[in-house]
């Protein structure tokens, strides 16, 4: 039978004694040694999870995937594993918009990345500089694929509202925000779209702040699988609901910034596409651990959000096999080309093939072609003139100079159009 809530078990015991056998069930299991306990008292009582057959399978089967993404991850070429990455952050970010409502799209981010990338950005005074619409945002989620200097975790409650600021800048106006270095003063409830109370966030401002404090020392636990304190953690900041919005975006943001330890990036660079598609399960989840007789078990919460790692890892999986068979095939189109191409045409073909197959948008600068190729802008320029006079590029801007493979030049590199 599998594992069943002290929801279900109480309506399912029909006997006059069901309420003292529901505090024997949850005595027990709070008291199991493999239980993980938090000391976090909630509503409904201390956040805790058990360790049920079916979540050691869960935290197995997702260990066993994040194998098979590293081993496809190493196998691809610099520049293939660049644009991956890159479009996978610009997805990452529009779909975390897209499940608040907030429009934004890959074009857009790619901008905001673009605007940012010379320049080092902190998060500190996010709320008060201009740059272009989302850039702080993304930023952070491009800092989580630096795996040699990785973003640090917060330590205190103020950091979480620098990063805060960072993501809803260009989504809020400053009517929808608190004071700067502080949470939410007043109630906020959070309704279905019949109008019935889903959840009431935490209250006053103060208990705002210590459960942030003790959802910090959760993260840090080290008592804890890191898989498992970063889901309740995740959990947690939703149910605080320390902002009157914004509560989303920043809750996946840190789930994205805590998973990133213990799991691949491009499993972390996709969760929030994964919840965007699995929406009703997601929200379901918190339901079900809020609900009273559930005392505040966050067992079921946590294999729902397995079993969501889980699909995020098997389109990787799927979507990364693909594109190495295609990328083997672009090789050899590319080693096929006649005489007639120069050893410089044929490396720019494969290097835009790969952004073709790769990356978002399939476009390069001619500056960054320039120092692929390391040669002077001239004689890249000249490549770039040699190929489109074949009809195999097609220039897609002026100024900067920036080109894309035409119809003819993917037919010729073997790529579907």
């Known amino acids: 039978m599998a594992y069943p809530t002290l929801e ?66 190493r196998s691809l070429p610099t520049v293939a594993l660049g644009a991956y990455l890159r479009g996978l952050i610009l997805d990452e970010v529009v779909s975390s918009n897209e499940i608040e409502g907030v429009h934004s799209t890959r074009r857009q981010i790619e901008i905001a990345l673009e605007s940012a990338e010379s320049a ?154 994964i919840i965007a598609e699995n929406k009703t399960p997601y929200y379901k989840a918190f339901d079900v651990t809020e609900r009273r007789l559930n005392c505040s078990e966050a067992t079921h919460f946590v294999m729902a959000m397995l079993d969501l790692i889980g699909k995020a890892q098997e389109q990787i999986i799927e979507d990364l096999e693909g594109k190495g068979a295609a990328l083997t095939r672009l090789s050899q189109q590319v080693n096929q080309l006649d005489e007639s191409y120069t050893d410089r045409e044929r490396d720019l073909l494969f290097y835009l093939g790969q952004l073709t197959l790769f990356g978002a948008f399939g476009e390069i600068k001619m500056a960054e072609a320039a120092s692929y190729l390391n040669v002077s802008a001239p004689t890249a320029r000249k490549t770039f003139e040699s190929l489109s006079g074949r009809d195999l590029l097609v220039r897609v801007s002026e100024r900067p100079a920036i080109y894309r493979l035409s119809r003819l030049g993917k037919e010729a590199l073997g790529i579907p159009d």
């Not at 973003?151 to 960072?166: G, V």
């Open 120 to 273: 080092e950005v902190s998060t500190e005074g996010a709320a008060e500089r201009e740059h272009a619409p989302f850039r702080e945002f993304a930023l952070l989620y491009l800092g989580l694929t630096d795996r040699d200097n990785p973003p640090a975790q917060p330590q205190a409650p103020l950091d979480i509202r620098n990063i805060y600021d960072a993501i809803v800048r260009d989504a809020l106006d400053k009517r929808g925000r608190v004071a700067p270095g502080h949470f939410r003063t007043g109630p906020v409830v959070i309704e279905d779209h019949r109008g019935k109370e889903l959840h009431r966030g935490v209250n006053p401002e103060s208990k705002v702040v210590d459960l942030l404090t003790q959802m910090i020392a959760l993260e840090q636990s080290v008592d804890i699988p890191e898989i498992n304190s970063a889901l309740l953690a995740h959990f947690l900041f939703e149910y605080i609901h320390p902002f009157y919005d914004g509560n989303g975006r920043t809750g996946r943001y840190l789930l994205a910034l805590n998973l990133s330890r213990p799991l691949s990036t491009a499993t972390v660079l996709s969760l929030s596409r």
């Open 8 to 73: 279900k078990l109480f309506y399912k015991d029909a006997s006059s004694e069901r309420f003292q056998h529901h505090e024997e069930q949850l005595k027990l299991r709070l008291e199991s040694e493999s239980t993980f306990r938090t000391g976090i008292e909630l509503e409904n009582g201390e956040l805790f999870c058990a360790v049920p057959r079916e979540l050691s399978l869960a935290n197995e089967l997702v260990l066993r995937r994040e194998r098979r993404v590293s081993a496809l991850w």
